[in-house]
């Protein structure tokens, strides 16, 4: 008997440890560095603690939700990089397919906060034209195609169009943040496009 207690405990610890392990990646980092070789295409601030001007019941939302943008991001700019470079472009963008497949599964599973389905649904949608973008890229630059030729790719221009909107929504929502929030928010829009 006190062997299956133990064996209830220790599962339900592991669990309890693995939620909060899973929780901690959708937390919006306290480094926002680019990775290594790489540059944010826009003047990203890191999203300000407080979120002023934004209703505090939807602040946890929009931690989370800039805590998966900024991720996307950084694994675009990783998988940018190994394209243009023509180099390790196969296992880079299978590393940034994984990463935001991650990502858009707990984005499209997440409780947003009501009005924000529509915004939601559009930094979801974004990313997965952004994964169709890379996958029609490796193709076209492993046959020596040029990055112009890459860029072309129509899912790059509707993922484009999908932050855009998401923007839009945003922006609608809050008129009262306060102008670092504002900024934040819209560089974060800003460095995951790809234009």
Partial sequence: MRALVF??????????????????????????????????PCALTALPRSLPGIPEAD??????????????TQAKLVALKALEAGQDMGSAVDRYLAET????????????PSGLGPFQEDVAQAIALQQEFFRKAV??????????????????RQASARLIAAWGKMSARYPAWSAE???SIYHHLCALDLF
Avoid at 101 to 112: H, I, N, Q, Y
Wanted: aromatic content about 6%; cysteine-free; glycine content about 8%.
């Fill in 7 to 40: 064996v209830v405990l220790l599962s339900a610890s592991v669990a309890s440890h693995a939620q909060d392990k899973g929780a901690g990646l959708d937390v919006y980092p306290t480094d926002i560095t680019p990775p290594a070789g790489t540059r944010y």
């Fill in 139 to 156: 193709p076209l630059r492993t046959a020596g195609r040029p990055m112009a030729d890459v860029y072309a790719t129509p899912e790059g």
């Fill in 59 to 72: 602040r946890a939302y929009v931690n989370r939700t800039y805590a998966r943008i900024l991720r996307a």
């Fill in 181 to 183: 929030a504002r900024d």
């Fill in 101 to 112: 497949g991650a990502l858009v599964e707990r984005t499209k599973g997440d409780s947003a």
